[in-house]
């Protein structure tokens, strides 16, 4: 598939968009890595290492079993239970290395197996003897796993298991007799050392509680500083297209000081793919004006000329004081074409997120109103824009201090109903900002130019970009295959607004809203914690067929 677009306003590129079916593997499964839980690759250490500590410990202790004295029966009995610990240990290791993943029951399991290993230890060496400080280890171990049940269960287990074993020793009710016994003891100390024991299970089990809460706010913090990095680098890619924009404005063009029509033409005051802006006055008037010429380049192109003179018809054939006036149109009878137009004074929205970053929702839903309008007009007069997006919003201010949100450049419209052979099959338009079917090379209707401003309006509320990449293929992979990250994520929005934009981005131009209008409406009422049915049916319909992507978790910035 060959793609022509420009990014902001910059240089047309062309390139081969490769389908995802024949994406490298490498490429496909080192994306499934990024995605993999820290946290889980986390727990699953600590579980090998308490499973290997399980099978190393149990299998000394049993090497070392035959050499040791003491009472036969309960030596025995801690081999039994010994020989359960090693195997609970070694299922658990294989779980592991076969790539089960966590599963609270196995490792309950094994943990089971520890308990009664070391509670057999300290029937066979003493419940006051150091085999107890085993105890506090298993505690940790089961401290730090995600599941609170088994957090809970291990630490009660634990303490109350060895409180019976030490009041049991402590009155000499044990059937066998250990090698440090309560009666070696003073009844104060045997109490001291029980109570030391069982603090010391409780800090431990507190302590490994805080270390897991610990990680999981660094990892939080982190993928928020991650996240104000990507918004940062958006708005620096963005001042990047400008200050490239600005450097390509020379301010003195091919025809400054020459006359065009009836218009003597100025500095440049803008460049693009077509051709160069220039301020101009009136020879009789006086009246300012921004005439538009061609490229030299371009006026030998095939077909140029006839798209730009399509460009000016469509403008001109718009009733609506929310698209850039028309003054003049010539160059019809073999002169240089020209294009004279309104001379606009303010911002367009590309500077206004520059500066600001994101958007008022009372300023969001005036741009949607006026803009909204000309798109209107546009449609009744047939006309499909193609290129919405922040730099072609502008935001007007007249000589009696009224402002007023136009749209800019037709350069790349077309008639609803004309043959589409003039764009030779190819895609035209700036990739973060084209719906799916125009990125496809389709048909392209006004639920198009909507789409276009629900991405519009996605950037303007959370700061970033609904589809972006480092090459034109991935944005326009991203813009027909995938969502972008839930909105209410990356900023401080209500959850209806990520219904009524999931709506307004619908993959498919007869899932989204009919109008400018429409979106308003919707946004306004989500605004306020309101969402029709019909949103809210159509918009749950949407995000299951294709959801959200991932964001990061934690607090919004």
């Known amino acids: ?65 035959p050499f040791l004295g003491g009472d036969a029966h309960a030596r025995m009995q801690l081999g ?55 105890l506090p280890l298993g505690v940790f171990f089961f401290g730090m796993t995600r599941d609170a049940r088994a957090q809970v269960l291990a630490y009660v287990a634990a303490a109350a298991s060895y409180f019976a074993v030490a009041i049991s020793s402590l009155h000499g009710s044990s059937a066998a007799e250990p090698a440090i016994t309560g009666a070696s003891i003073t009844p104060a100390q045997a109490m001291a050392m029980l ?29 928020r500083a991650a996240w104000a990095v990507i918004q940062k680098e958006t708005r620096i890619d963005e001042l990047q297209k400008d200050l490239a924009r600005a450097l ?13 029509g009836n218009y003597k033409l100025g500095g440049v005051i803008g460049r693009g793919a077509m051709g160069e802006v220039y301020e101009a006055v009136h020879r009789e008037t006086g009246a300012e004006a921004a005439v538009k010429l061609l490229h030299t380049h371009t006026l030998r192109e095939a077909g140029s000329v006839e798209r730009f003179q399509r460009e000016a018809k469509m403008a001109a054939a718009l009733d609506t004081p929310h698209a850039v006036r028309i003054l003049e149109i010539g160059g019809e009878g073999g002169d240089l074409p020209y294009l004279a137009m309104e001379r606009l004074r303010g911002e367009d929205l590309a500077e206004h997120l520059r500066l600001r970053a994101t958007m008022s929702f009372p300023d969001l839903l005036r741009l949607l109103t006026e803009v909204g309008k000309g ?49 030779d099959g190819r895609i035209i338009g700036t990739p973060e900002y084209m719906a799916p079917e125009q990125a496809a090379g389709q048909a392209v209707t006004h639920r198009t130019d909507l789409f ?31 969502m972008p990250p839930r909105p209410s994520a990356l900023a401080d929005l209500r959850p209806e607004v990520d219904l009524v934009l999931a709506v307004a981005l619908a993959k498919s131009a007869d899932d989204r809203f009919d109008s400018a209008e429409e979106l308003h409406d919707a946004l306004l009422a989500a605004s306020r914690g309101e969402v029709s049915v019909e949103v809210r049916a159509r918009a749950l319909r949407l995000l299951a067929m294709s959801p959200w992507g991932e964001a990061p978790t934690g607090e919004v910035q």
């Open 375 to 423: 798109l209107a007009a546009a449609r009744v007069a047939g006309v499909v824009h193609r290129d919405v997006k922040p730099r072609n919003l502008f935001l007007s201010e007249g000589s009696d201090g009224t402002r007023l949100w136009k749209l800019l450049d037709f350069g790349v419209s077309k008639f609803a109903t004309a043959d589409a052979t003039h764009t």
């Open 80 to 134: 039994a239970c010994l020989v359960v610990a090693m195997l609970g240990g070694a299922q658990l290791l294989w779980s592991l290395h076969e790539g089960e993943g966590y599963d609270v029951w196995r490792l309950l399991v094994a943990g089971s197996s520890w308990l009664l290993a070391v509670l057999a230890a300290l029937r066979y060496f003493g419940a006051f003897s150091p085999v107890a400080v085993l």
């Open 248 to 260: 390509d404005v020379a301010g003195v063009g091919r025809f400054s000081e020459t006359v065009v």
């Open 195 to 223: 109570a030391v024991t069982e603090i010391a299970l409780v800090v431990t089990f507190l302590g490994a509680r805080l270390v897991r809460g610990t990680t999981l706010l660094a990892l939080a913090r982190h993928e």
């Open 452 to 482: 276009s401003l629900g991405a519009v309006a996605y950037r303007a509320l959370t700061g970033n970009q609904a589809f972006s990449g480092d090459h034109i293929a991935e944005v326009l992979y991203q813009v027909a295959h995938t």
């Open 1 to 65: 598939m060959r793609v022509i677009a420009t990014r902001s306003g910059g240089v047309w590129a062309s390139v081969s968009i490769v389908p995802p079916s024949v994406r490298p593997a490498a490429e496909m499964a080192s994306r499934e890595r990024k995605q993999g839980d820290l946290l889980e690759v986390e727990e699953h250490s600590l579980q090998r290492m308490f499973a290997s500590l399980a099978v190393f410990l149990s299998g000394a202790l049993l090497v070392l079993l």
